[in-house]
T-cell receptor
Framework: AQSVTQPDIHITVSEGASLELRCNYSYGATPYLFWYVQSPGQGLQLLLKYFSGDTLVQGIKGFEAEFKRSQSSFNLRKPSVHWSDAAEYFCAVGPYNTDKLIFGTGTRLQVFP | EPEVTQTPSHQVTQMGQEVILRCVPISNHLYFYWYRQILGQKVEFLVSFYNNEISEKSEIFDDQFSVERPDGSNFTLKIRSTKLEDSAMYFC???????????FGQGTRLTVV
């Protein structure tokens, strides 16, 4: 079955600390992978995507993610977190035509000053 | 920057009433979607729409739901007879063509009382 697992429901970090949000997927075909961020009361904003090519992808707001096929993972990283990064982060997987995204349950990030 | 616009941002309706959620996708986009997020749960795919017809729908999208693109710019989701469990945030999304990501609107929070 196709699924996305985000093992960490809630993560708290101090401002300036590094961050890694985990995402594992189960998908029969070559996946297209995405990270979206949802700030309180806001919609879903795309942080970055992986379709093919370089397995380390750069996104907006200083985020990056690495696709590891052998581990079925697409973890999101940021070297230094800012207070404004506090939000909910969703990993998603889709087919080659990016229809019907399957989302993980999300990781809520809290940032302490 | 082009964006997907959804109205209203919040709608309260009585159980059994019909509601129409409205979306204006990004101009020139070809594929349209509705997703929903019940409070505290993951974002779930409802339906995809292309070339004026439904291309795929989930098991959630039963006969109570319908979608329409009435005038070439709006994309609507209608729920004929709302139930308490329809209370959720509903996201509209659109994308241009293959190998592009979906852009999401800010969402409409539907509360059924």
């Amino acid at each position: 079955a196709q699924s996305v697992t985000q093992p960490d429901i809630h993560i708290t970090v101090s401002e300036g600390a590094s961050l890694e949000l985990r995402c594992n997927y189960s998908y029969g075909a070559t996946p297209y992978l995405f990270w979206y961020v949802q700030s309180p009361g806001q919609g879903l904003q795309l942080l970055l995507k992986y379709f093919s090519g370089d397995t380390l992808v750069q996104g907006i707001k200083g985020f990056e993610a690495e696709f590891k096929r052998s581990q079925s993972s697409f973890n999101l990283r940021k070297p230094s977190v800012h207070w404004s990064d506090a939000a909910e982060y969703f990993c998603a997987v889709g087919p080659y035509n990016t229809d019907k995204l399957i989302f993980g349950t999300g990781t809520r990030l809290q940032v302490f000053p | 920057e082009p964006e997907v616009t959804q109205t209203p941002s919040h709608q309260v309706t009585q159980m059994g009433q019909e509601v129409i959620l409205r979306c204006v996708p990004i101009s020139n986009h070809l594929y349209f979607y509705w997703y929903r997020q019940i409070l505290g749960q993951k974002v779930e795919f409802l339906v995809s729409f292309y070339n004026n017809e439904i291309s795929e729908k989930s098991e959630i999208f039963d006969d109570q739901f319908s979608v329409e693109r009435p005038d070439g710019s709006n994309f609507t989701l209608k729920i004929r007879s709302t139930k308490l469990e329809d209370s959720a945030m509903y996201f509209c999304a659109s994308r241009g063509d293959h190998n592009t990501e979906a852009f999401f609107g800010q969402g409409t929070r539907l509360t059924v009382v």
